[in-house]
């Protein structure tokens, strides 16, 4: 039987190791999780004679951008050879100058970057700044993996608001906790492994947002306990209209300018005891229902340069995240096992005139639990438009 012959690209590089490379480079852009914002997370690998000269990857506090922590990896060695990069090189000059210079300086023949930029205003600029310098570009492969990785900052360079991502844990029949629950104590709906990658979501968003319900039935912390750098804490949002949260919270133990208290309430002494430990108290005016305007404090977030906000909450806030239509994406963990009648279920309140739906997901088992995770509204097809399918 004749062997199918290797698809090799343009360049003579085999399509596998293009993919190698691109993985590689993927990989070493995940390193700058939690380290990365408000800028992107990107990876870049140098390869030459089909080995590794240099790799690099972004850390805002390091201020140099991926390509150029590989080109000083690479040194000579960077003449003639081609790196792979999970987003588009920038062409602006902002805290750096930028890398298509410095990828042309160093003498690169050949650059592999996964996606565009997102920024409407510079997609393409990198390229072309490549091209007219006599480097070969070319796009992909990992297009898809290399855009989700920076599905926030997308949103955030074309909106200057965070992407939301909503997170519930449910079971079969939809619920979220047990008819009835001490006071203070949390009931585990998912297993270990689900937890850890609840974990690994925290680490890699910029705020998490929960309601005062939350807070007062579970007494949480609401930490990310991933064990791995960032370069800020995780912000802490509590929606609490009424400005009921108890002094002796555990999330009010060692605050340290990560917790935000979001409020209608006008009483000055129960403000006054929160901004004592640590707490911004932020208030926020009532939208129609009464409740706090989620849009007005996405605004806010946004100004603040949060990139990413996940939803830890109850039945009520998931339903009106996804009633007022402020959720981008959805995590739900799902385990395999049912609450029964009485339960608390995953959303409650105000019938919606209508919820959103996934555009597409993906599935994914955790041990006993189902991971389904998709996007309600691709920040990536509204920056690039669908010219770029
Ligand atoms: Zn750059």
Known sequence: MRMPETPQIASGIPAADELKWMELALTLAREGVGLASPNPTVGCVIVRDNK?????????????????????????????????????????????????????????ARVVAATADPNPLVEGRGFAMLRSAGIEVSLGPLTAQARELNDAFAHFIRYRKPLVSLKIAATLDGAIAPPQQPKGTSFAITGAASRARVQELRHAHDALLTGIGTVLADDPLLTDRSQRPRRQRLLRIVLD??????????????????????????DDARRQALTA??????????????????????????????????????????????????????YLFQSPRFLGPGSVPMLAGTPAARLPRLLRYSSELLDEDMLIAGYVRDPWEAALGLAHG
Do not use: M, W
Not at 52 to 73: C, K, N, P, S, T
Not at 80 to 108: D, F, I, K, Q, W
């Open 52 to 108: 590794i000269v240099g790799r690099g990857f972004h850390q805002y506090a390091q201020r140099d951008h991926a390509e150029v922590v590989a080109l000083a990896e690479a040194g000579d060695a960077s003449r003639g050879a081609t790196a792979y990069v999970t987003l588009e090189p920038c062409s602006h000059y902002g805290r750096t100058g930028p890398c298509a210079r410095a990828l042309t300086e160093a003498g690169v």
């Open 241 to 266: 209209s009424q400005l009921r949260l108890p002094l002796e919270s555990r999330i009010l133990e060692n605050v340290a300018d990560d917790l935000v208290i979001v409020t209608r309430s006008e």
């Open 277 to 330: 430990r640590g707490a911004r108290v932020l208030k926020l005016d009532a939208q129609a229902e009464g409740g706090i305007s989620l849009r007005a404090l996405l605004q806010y977030l946004g100004e603040q340069e949060i990139l990413s906000v996940l939803i830890e909450a109850g039945a009520r806030l998931n339903h009106s995240a996804l009633a007022t239509d402020v959720v981008d994406k959805l």
